[in-house]
């Protein structure tokens, strides 16, 4: 397609994932961006093309388009192309076509054994597997179908056959598991080729607990299932599975795994091609084969991959005569070392992420060890690098490496590889950082699945913390593909707990973690709606609507006569800063009120989805008892018209956020009145945990009290973000004051230096400095509308929205304010300036105006 052309198709993309066009149901949804010289340009209707079948659709959307042709079969292949015509009549030129795949698997399909090794020497036994086969005939296609109970890479002919690392992720293992389909027919051979697999534990093996106490959970030993499908020349097809007649070995160079304590790794056990065809294998072993009784489907969101180096920027010598490297920011990932040394020398890696009295602070991972050991052979230079495991750290200490040179060493970062999607640059550098911490915050804690932390015996994934933050995780990242598919599991947990939705998911801490509580178990309710409110994902909404409703239904069954739910245990406001370091749960705000303020957030949104999904019965259910538990709050929490029994901030920004006024603007005035004035008797310090900061600045931005709002996002007295920063934080921390002003660590059981949820402040970011939010489901129609044009000089945001990039940028001169804003194609925007009595509508474009906030 010509550049030169005013309408133009950048992207086709197949279901939620822009990075693939894998199938992974027979019906995908289908999306592209158009790119248009055109000013207001808007689609009138789209014309798509697979292979022989051609649709024209009387359409305007260009995201979620259902399938239009017959059903996909399995492992169907075909190209696709699209064209459009906007309502001025422009049309473009086919887009260039785009290969489908369709990777899901026939019922039945799936026979392949698991296997393992026969008889492990320890647990957890890492192992090594391998088999040999003939291709007798010219090959067209050949597609790996794996998966793995613990995390596994494979090789053909001694090459892996991807980049992705911690293969397949965590999923709840004993409902759901997912595989990979990688086309490896580049890495096949006429005649004898060999496939390889390294295994070991992961997930599958871990010991989860706490206080020391930690149990496995699914099994003792890794095992793997896979299937090679080959496809011939001559339209045949083959398969080459799992089963008995593999071979395997416990005595390879990887000596041990976990998680939580890291690798061991002894490089002179290496087997030179192991997994090239001819190798002997005598002196290995016959596998253990089982079926395979958990049938996996296709994976659906981004594998985790490598996604950046990070070089040393300081070598310390600690007071102890301890050397560690500095890497400058707080990371998820592990170390790679170019090392030459002697037979048997062994390095040892200690990670940690904060120093304390000069040495590595390591009583904040509490059992975990987060060590990596590496022996050398001594021939020559190595590259060593753990394979299966990961680290949260920005320092390391490097123990056994007396000439160690610091450009030999690099810090890999590991996460789930998502899109970055979106930005926020500001005329202050401290807050530009605190944007940064958050990024990374959630580059290091999206891996596999949403998780709390990922450096300490924890790294779950707690249901809170995902929910808080999935608004500015949307923005930030792509991150669709990613939250639909853990939502999955969401709904597993609750069909195992009588539809409550788990503290985490998936759920490793038995009865305890499937508890019912306000805030975590909402995560089944607001993360769909997030997804169809910043993606236009109504599939999500409409797979997830029966975990949305289960979730309401079982919290309702907990409620008394007076309509209100009362629990023995709630987290409420966990972490409030007036909280004792032992007592993370003791906050300000009754986490009673806390509980029905989400309660009624969790029917309104149910009640919502219900309204997008024509469910005329399901809507008129839920807002009733929406309405019904409006009231019951009113008759507990009201206090003489404009008070909360409660007389916290936490509590106002909640009912401000959770539209509990009863429908009177006045009502909805004095609380924020109410909450500005608690802040700014609190000297404008943070004052609230996990579940009120989220809302706490939208709370008082909307109630007219943004000044306030700006003097808590520039505090930098403990508490507040920006305390975080000037104390070198390079990463969203778990508690405020994770380090104390001193410099040592927080006395709290519980202190991490990675934990986004207290970050979830930059989806207000984005919003209100920024000025880009959704007026309607994935951003179709935008809301462009700064608010802190007092704070700064200048400020840009930009998100690439469904429907292309979106950016606004303003830039102050004293009272004078310049607003540019560009809108992608086929969208529009809501511009809110301050001098005008409603917003001015623009379609695509960039726009630019001028006027003073005096007058305003």
Known sequence: MSASHPVRITE?????????????????????????????????????????????????????????????????????????????????????????????????????????????????????????????????????????????????????????????????????RVHESTDVT??????????????????????????????????????????????YADSTVDTVPTDAHWRATGDGPIRSSGLYQGETVDTRLAFPGWDSPGFDDASWHPVRSSPTTVIPEAARAEPVRRTQALPVVEVLTTPAGRTVLDFGQNLVGRLRLRVAGVPGQTITLHHAEVLEHGELALRPLRFAAATDTFVLTGEGEQTLEAEFTFHGFRYAQVDGWDDLDPSAVTAVVLGSDMRRT????????????????????????????????????????????????????????????????????????????????????????????????????DAATVVPATLFERFGDRRALADQFPSMTAWCDAVLALTGDDGLWRAPFQFGDWLDPAAPPDRPMDARTDPDLVANAYLVRSLDLTAEAARTLGDDAAEERYSALAAGTRAAFDREYLRDGDRLASDAPAAY???????????????????????????????????????????????LTVTGHVDDALRLLFQTENPSWLYQVLLGATTVWERWDSLLPDGTVNPGEMTSYNHYALGSIVDWMHRSLGGIAPASPGYRTLTIDPAGYTGFDRVRCAHETPYGVAEVEWTREDDEVTLTATVPANSRADVHLPFAESPVTVGSGTRTWTFSIAEA
Not at 499 to 504: E, L, R, S, Y
């Open 653 to 699: 920004a909640l009912a401000i956020a959770f539209d509990l006024y009863d429908g009177r603007p006045e009502r909805r005035a004095a609380f924020g009145d109410r909450l500005a004035a608690l802040v700014a008797d609190g000297g404008h310090r943070v004052p609230t945990g996990f579940l009120g900061t989220p809302v706490l600045l939208d709370a």
């Open 422 to 521: 979106g930005w926020l640059e500001t005329s202050d550098p401290l807050v530009d950082r605190l944007h940064e911490n958050a990024v990374w915050g959630m580059r290091g804690n999206f891996l596999s699945l949403p998780t709390d932390c990922p450096q300490r015996d924890e790294r779950l994934g707690w249901t809170g913390d995902a929910q808080v933050f999935a608004p500015s995780a949307s923005f930030l990242y792509d991150s669709d593909a990613f939250l639909a598919s853990w939502l999955r599991d969401v709904a597993v947990e609750q069909r195992l707990s009588a539809g409550v939705c788990p503290f985490i998911v998936p759920n490793v801490l038995g009865e305890w973690g499937a508890a019912a509580a306000a805030g975590w178990g």
């Open 12 to 176: 086709v993309r197949v279901d939620r994932r822009r990075d693939a066009t894998l199938a992974t149901v027979p019906d995908p949804q289908l999306g592209w961006l158009v790119d248009s010289d055109l000013p207001d340009w808007w689609q009138r209707s789209a014309e798509l093309r697979f292979d022989d079948q051609v649709a024209t659709l009387d359409t305007g959307e260009s995201t979620f388009v259902d399938w239009p042709f017959r059903p996909l079969a399995p492992h169907e292949s075909g190209e696709l192309s699209v064209r459009v015509t906007g309502v001025d009549g422009s049309t473009s030129d086919w887009s260039e076509p785009v290969p489908i795949h369709a990777v899901f698997l026939d019922d039945g399909e799936w026979t392949a054994p698991t296997i393992a090794l026969a008889d492990p020497a320890e647990p957890a036994q890492p192992v090594y597997l391998r088999h040999e086969f003939t291709l007798e005939q010219p090959v067209t296609r050949a597609v790996l179908f794996a998966t793995a109970e613990g995390v596994y890479q494979v090789s053909l002919n001694g090459r892996d056959v991807d980049d992705s690392v911690l293969k397949p992720g965590w999923t709840v293992y004993q409902e759901r």
């Open 186 to 231: 580049g890495l096949l051979s006429p005649g004898r080729n060999a496939i390889g697999v390294r295994l070991a534990g992961g997930w599958w093996t871990e010991e989860f607990g706490f206080a020391g106490e930690g149990k496995r959970f699914y099994g003792d030993q890794p095992a793997v299932s896979l299937f090679l499908r080959v496809e």
